[in-house]
T-cell receptor
Framework: GDSVIQMQGQVTLSENDFLFINCTYS??????LFWYVQYSGEGPQLLLQ???ANNKGSSRGFEATYDKGTTSFHLQKTSVQEIDSAVYYC??????????WGSGTKLIIKP | EAAVTQSPRNKVAVTGGKVTLSCNQT?????MYWYRQDTGHGLRLIHY???????EKGDIPDGYKASRPSQENFSLILELATPSQTSVYFC?????????????FGPGTRLTVL
């Protein structure tokens, strides 16, 4: 069945470092992929949506790329700031139009 | 602005007691969802609904019931709460039509079962 794997449980960076978070997916159809961000004390909120039509999206300085060959999708940001500290989730729409979620990556930014 | 609210925000319950978590959305979305969030597991889907009167089982429905009496309201019911149900619960709404798969989340309910 459909699945999403997010291996990095926690990433610790300093301000102005480069961020790269990776997820892999498995599906028999065409994937619609998402990145959600969850700030402390809040619910998750959509950061980026990536479809096969675009295979790249950007928002708030973040960029998402999608590689059909390796069935992976990545979230990256050139220069992280302390306000980017949050948990980042990758997700994929399944055949029932529900979301399959990765386990989340906690991003810690050292000031 | 999309709005999903949850009540209560915090709840302490006793083992074997009944717990009801409530969710209200003003987005006029057809779909609503209940998730639980635990460290190391991310978000896991408990129940969801396609509209008033509909409830569907998600990935981990055991020990939970759901009720969708109206477009706006979706409740999660723990008939016999257990300590393993201690978690943070999130409600979300969304509308899967026209390729819009974004889900809008409430602020969460922290449930502790003693």
């Amino acid at each position: 069945g459909d699945s999403v794997i997010q291996m990095q449980g926690q990433v610790t960076l300093s301000e102005n470092d480069f961020l790269f978070i990776n997820c892999t997916y498995s599906t028999t159809g065409y994937p619609t992929l998402f990145w959600y961000v969850q700030y402390s004390g809040e619910g998750p909120q959509l950061l980026l949506q990536v479809t096969t039509a675009n295979n790249k999206g950007s928002s708030r300085g973040f960029e998402a790329t999608y590689d059909k060959g390796t069935t992976s999708f990545h979230l990256q940001k050139t220069s992280v700031q302390e306000i980017d500290s949050a948990v980042y989730y990758c997700a994929m729409k399944d055949s029932n139009y529900q979301l399959i979620w990765g386990s989340g990556t906690k991003l810690i930014i050292k000031p | 602005e999309a709005a999903v609210t949850q009540s209560p925000r915090n709840k302490v319950a006793v083992t074997g007691g009944k717990v009801t978590l409530s969710c209200n959305q003003t987005n006029n979305h057809n779909n609503m969802y209940w998730y639980r969030q635990d460290t190391g597991h991310g978000l896991r889907l408990i129940h969801y609904s396609y509209g008033a009167g509909s409830t569907e089982k998600g990935d981990i429905p055991d020990g939970y019931k759901a009720s969708r009496p109206s477009q706006e309201n979706f409740s999660l019911i723990l008939e016999l709460a257990t300590p393993s149900q201690t978690s943070v619960y999130f409600c979300a709404s969304g509308d899967g039509g026209l390729g819009l798969y974004e889900q809008y989340f409430g602020p969460g309910t922290r449930l502790t079962v003693l």
